[in-house]
């Protein structure tokens, strides 16, 4: 919707059934202290009864108020599903440390899962950040990412609304001091979320589940761990994010679930890359990226042989995990412990 739209909708529809429609409108009103407007009037006519020398503060007459106005709701007006547009992108090779021509070029489809794998200081973000900038030969690797086989050009690839990537980092930190649910419940509300409540409950569970170390709604979210902080990021991204590309990096440290968590993603249809040690999470993935002195080196598509691993795998992992909890309950480790996951 343009701005010119929404201007029309201001000079249509009463303030009360545009505030219901973008509550972010409220914003608005306060910072040009316009709270008290009637409501059951539009915006364009409530204008009428604010003096010429409230809206002079600010460098606004009427018409420059009621654009102002529109071209602050267009900023928070849906965009077009970015899930039903990109369908793939594309990973067109650049060169590596030494110049190297990479010499390939990968498409990975909605709903597949890629993990990258190498050395410590192989490369690996260096492939997420070009992932992320949706580079087009501008960066250091000259890689090009294409979007449902096509260049994008600046615009887009710069555009803040309705980002195309969403990035979980290694390290999560808040700074505002809101319960879960108060945060939750704003980034629903920013996203103009239909069924906030439905939405905000469904999160915090699926958090919840997620996380090695239950938490409340009532919670402070500087005072969750950092394996709480990822649990309820990775909930929001698969629930409010429109973000068809989810770009993660080593979730193996976080103390969470990471196949659920990576699964839960994968099915809400996101491409989903995930940089990781971690032999369970890189052979959960379709395709593995190998990297090496910077640049890719091969890519390999997950074997029969390497999925029925999977199970001794896993089996394996819970064990560490059961280890790790007894560890930190104060138990002691006993040779049954072990002898209990023997394969």
Same mark, same amino acid.
């Given at each position: 919707?343009?701005v ?15 505030? %219901?429609?973008?509550?972010i !409108?409220?914003? +608005?009103?306060?910072?040009f ?5 009637e ?5 364009s @006519? =409530?204008?009428?009864?604010?003096e ?20 602050? #709701? ?5 965009? $077009? ?5 990109? %369908? ?23 709903? $597949? ?22 580079? *087009?030969?501008?960066?250091l ?17 710069? $555009?803040?609304? !309705? %980002? #195309?990537?969403?990035?979980?980092? @290694?390290n999560?930190? +808040? ?6 649910? @108060?945060?939750? $419940?704003m980034h ?20 919840? @589940? #997620? =996380? ?6 009532? &919670?402070?979210?500087? *005072? ?12 929001? &991204? ?16 976080? !103390?969470?679930?990471?196949? *659920? =968590? ?19 999470l ?6 593995r ?36 909890t007894?560890l930190?309950? !104060? ?13």
């Open positions: 919707m343009t010119n739209e929404l201007m029309m909708i201001l000079e249509s529809k009463s303030l009360a059934e545009v505030l %219901k429609e973008y509550p !409108g409220w914003d +608005f009103l306060g910072n202290r316009l709270n008290n407007l409501k059951e009037l539009p915006f @006519q =409530a204008l009428l009864k604010v010429d020398e409230a809206l002079a503060e600010f460098g606004l007459d009427r018409f420059g108020a009621l654009k102002s106005f529109g071209a602050f #709701l267009e900023q928070f007006t849906p965009k $077009e599903n970015l899930l039903e547009e990109v %369908k793939s992108i594309t990973i067109s090779g650049g060169w590596n440390k030494s110049r190297t021509p990479e010499n390939i070029s990968l498409t990975i489809s909605a709903g $597949e899962i890629i993990s990258i794998v190498g050395p410590t200081g192989s490369g690996k973000s260096r492939l997420l950040n070009d992932i992320e900038c949706l580079a *087009q030969g501008d960066t690797t000259g890689r090009r990412i294409l979007v449902n086989g096509a260049e994008l050009d600046d615009l887009q690839r710069f $555009e803040m609304e !309705g %980002k #195309l990537v969403a990035q979980l980092s @290694q999560m930190n +808040f700074v505002m001091d809101l319960t879960v649910r @108060q945060f939750l $419940e629903a509300k920013c996203r103009l979320t239909p069924n906030v409540g439905e939405v905000v409950a469904i999160c915090f569970q699926r958090a919840n @589940q #997620l =996380a090695g170390e239950k938490f409340s709604e009532d &919670t402070l979210v500087t *005072q969750l761990s950092g394996g709480q902080s990822r649990a309820l990021m990775i909930a929001d &991204t698969a629930y409010m994010s429109d973000s068809p590309i989810i770009l993660i990096d080593e979730i193996e440290n976080a !103390g969470i679930n990471r196949r *659920q =968590a990576i699964g839960l993603l994968a099915k809400r249809e996101k491409i989903i890359f995930v940089s990781t040690h971690d032999p369970l890189a052979l959960s993935a379709h395709k990226i190998i990297i090496k002195n910077g640049g890719i080196a091969k890519v390999i598509s997950i074997s029969e042989e390497e999925k029925e691993s999977l199970g001794m795998i896993e089996n394996l992992d819970n064990t560490m995990q059961r280890l790790r007894a930190r309950a !104060g138990e002691l480790i006993h040779m049954k412990d072990l002898s209990e996951s023997s394969l």
